[in-house]
């Protein structure tokens, strides 16, 4: 079974920076993605970025480019999130991810078809 565990989340200031980490466990393949989506109040769910560990592709949301950066210990089974520049409009309940997909894939699939597993979530809150 899949087990995904995020850490990380907490409140900060328009312009300051998060880490989000994410351990994860349970893989029975070695070519998979691990990501993050995010769910702000009453929007849907969207993908912010995707990282593979066949060949450490990776893949940003428009809204993200530039901002945030997506990496991977694979030894750790862990997947970072580090949030630079934090906008009030990031506010949102961050879910880890995994995919049986290549983390470009998350921008072109649904939902429902690229995730496999989902973490429990952890709250990021940006204040103005």
């Known amino acids: 079974e899949v087990q995904l565990v995020e850490s990380g989340g907490g409140l900060v200031q328009a312009g300051g920076s998060l880490r989000l980490s994410c351990a994860a466990s349970?893989?029975?393949?070695?070519?998979?993605?691990l990501g993050w989506f995010r769910q702000a109040p009453g929007k849907e769910r969207e993908g912010v970025s995707s990282?593979?560990?066949?060949?450490?592709?990776?893949y940003y949301a428009d809204s993200v480019k530039g901002r945030f950066t997506i990496s991977s210990d694979n030894a750790k089974n862990t997947v970072y999130l580090q949030m630079n520049s934090l906008k009030p409009e990031d506010t949102a309940i961050y879910y880890c991810?995994?995919?049986?997909?290549?983390?470009?894939?998350?921008?072109?699939?649904?939902?429902?078809?690229?995730?496999?597993?989902w973490g429990q979530g952890t709250q990021v809150t940006v204040s103005s």
């Open positions: 991810v995994q995919s049986r997909f290549r983390a470009q894939a998350m921008g072109v699939m649904t939902t429902e078809l690229y995730v496999s597993s």
């Open positions: 990282i593979s560990t066949y060949d450490s592709g990776t």
């Open positions: 349970g893989f029975t393949s070695d070519d998979y993605s």
